[in-house]
Structure formats: structure tokens, C-alpha cells
């Protein structure tokens, strides 16, 4: 019964971390040899396993996610002349997708929860 629960405070633990260091990017833009990090999605799955099915031989196969992971620079093929590879647009897109997870996991941990009250209830 708490499995999704669990997974839900993971996501959710997942977005505000991601946020700090998206945010500590923006403020570096101009810092000078300052690469972009990001939050692998990875890293909050902490050995979860999703398993693919497979139910057709035009499906392609999976073994699932696992893995450690962690916060990892941003790869860019054209830094600015200072070497920083801070783009703001990007990382401001990268805000508002990680903002939209957050108030999705949030929506549904509370609907999770009023099921379980509701269960309680009856």
C-alpha cells in the first residue's frame, strides 16, 4: 500500500533537488569556466527496477533502470568564450519541465492520500 506513496515522496524529493542545482546554474551564467550540472533521473529511482513488457516481437525489450547516479555536468557542444556553458533558456525550460513533474507528483500524492482516508473512513 505505501510502495507508491514511497515512490511519490522520491519523485518528489527528486524535483527540489533537481531545482536547487538548476537554479545554482542560472545564478553561475556568468561565472567564468562554470559548467552546467543536472540531476540524473536516475538517481532517485535508487535500484527501482521498471520492468518492460513485452507483448509483441516490434516491441523492444528493457531490463529497467537502476543505478546510483547522481548530479552530473551538462554537456555542450559550444561553451562561451569564457568556457561557462550556462545557456538561461535552457535551464530555464529545464525549471518550468521539472516544476510540472513536482506539482504532478504533489497532485497525486494527495489524491493517494484522500483514497486511503476515504478507505479508512468506511
Known amino acids: 500500500m505505501n510502495g507508491g506513496i514511497g515512490l511519490l515522496e522520491k519523485l518528489i524529493d527528486y524535483t527540489v533537488r533537481r531545482h536547487a542545482v538548476l537554479a545554482s546554474n542560472i545564478a553561475n551564467a556568468e561565472t567564468p569556466s562554470y559548467k552546467a550540472r543536472d540531476v540524473k533521473f536516475e538517481d ?9 513488457l513485452t507483448t509483441d516481437s516490434k516491441h523492444m525489450t528493457g531490463t529497467g533502470v537502476d543505478g546510483a547516479g547522481g ?3 551538462t554537456e555542450t557542444t559550444s561553451p562561451w568564450l ?3 556553458n550556462v545557456e538561461v533558456d535552457v ?4 525549471m518550468t519541465e521539472n ?3 513536482f506539482q504532478t507528483a504533489i497532485k497525486m500524492l494527495s489524491t493517494r492520500i484522500s ?6 473512513n468506511t
Open 44 to 52: 532517485f529511482m535508487e535500484g527501482r527496477s521498471v520492468k518492460l
Open 71 to 73: 548530479i552530473e555536468e
Open 82 to 84: 569564457d568556457r561557462n
Open 91 to 94: 535551464e530555464v525550460a529545464k
Open 99 to 101: 516544476a510540472l513533474v
Open 115 to 120: 483514497m486511503i482516508k476515504n478507505a479508512l
